[in-house]
Structure formats: structure tokens, C-alpha cells
């Protein structure tokens, strides 16, 4: 908003977009994890509505596993990619010339994030808690 008010004012930033494809990576990834709490990711459930409830708990309890195993290794994978970025010093190459180790440390809390949004709905699934319905957005009458 601010780089849009200077820019019409005649006093452009060279900064404004980079900052804001940080940002917009910090919403991203920042959130995922209560993204999946609130069941706010895509999912079909066309399979899972005709299923047993017993079933449904095992299908739940494998998904939820196979994307913990791929969230921590994706987050092992970013720890070890910033840490290698931080060893070297990289930096972006651009006007702000920021610490690459620092933009990939977003992507590593996502995961962290993440993983610990999964651990506690397998948990949920183990202790065969049901799973909460999402809140619905306000509407108007």
C-alpha cells in the first residue's frame, strides 16, 4: 500500500515489491499450520463420506502420517538449505541484498509449524477425539 501511495505521489521505492514477496511468503507459510488445524486445506471427501467411521479414523490417521513424514523432511531439508546459505553469506541480488539464510528460516517455521499442526491431529486421531467442523465465515442475512 505504501509503495502504490508514494509511486502516485511521484516518489517510487525501489524496495516496495521486494519487501512485499517477503510478506507475502511470511502469510504463507507462517499460516499453513493453522491452516491445517482449521481444515482449511483442500480435501475430497467425497470417498470419506460413505466410508465406516472406523475406517475413515484409519484413512485420517495414515494421510495425516504420510504428511507429517513429508513436512519434516521438507523441514530438514529447509534447515539444511539455510544453514549451507548462512555458512556461504548468500544474499539476494537485489537492492536490499538480505540474508538468503533468513528468507529460507520463513520456509523452515512453516514446516515446523506444520509438523506440530499434524502432530496434534494425530494425536486427536489416536485418542479418537472427533474431528472439530470448521467455522463458517459470517454471513449477512
Keep these: ?3 502504490v501511495v508514494v509511486r502516485r505521489l511521484g516518489r517510487p521505492t525501489v524496495w516496495g515489491p521486494e519487501v512485499s ?3 507475502m511468503l511470511m502469510l504463507a507459510f507462517f499460516g499453513i499450520g493453522h491452516t491445517w488445524t482449521q481444515q482449511g486445506h483442500f480435501r475430497v471427501t467425497l470417498l470419506l463420506d460413505v466410508l465406516d467411521g472406523k475406517v475413515v479414523r484409519w484413512l ?3 494421510c495425516a502420517a504420510v504428511a507429517l513424514s513429508f513436512t519434516i523432511a521438507f523441514t ?3 534447515y539444511k538449505l539455510a544453514a549451507f546459505s548462512f555458512m556461504l553469506k548468500f544474499t539476494t541480488p537485489t537492492v536490499l ?3 538468503v539464510w533468513l528468507l529460507q528460516c520463513i ?3 512453516g514446516g515446523i509449524f506444520l509438523a506440530l499442526a499434524l502432530i496434534e ?3 486427536r486421531i489416536i485418542r479418537g477425539e472427533a474431528r472439530e467442523e470448521p467455522a463458517l465465515p459470517l ?3
Excluded: C, K, R
Aim: no cysteine; charged share 20%; proline share 4%.
Design 1 to 3: 500500500m505504501y509503495d
Design 21 to 23: 514477496v517477503y510478506l
Design 60 to 62: 485420517d490417521f495414515i
Design 76 to 78: 530438514f531439508g529447509a
Design 97 to 99: 541484498e538480505m540474508p
Design 107 to 109: 520456509i523452515l517455521v
Design 121 to 123: 491431529d494425530l494425536l
Design 139 to 141: 454471513t449477512t442475512e
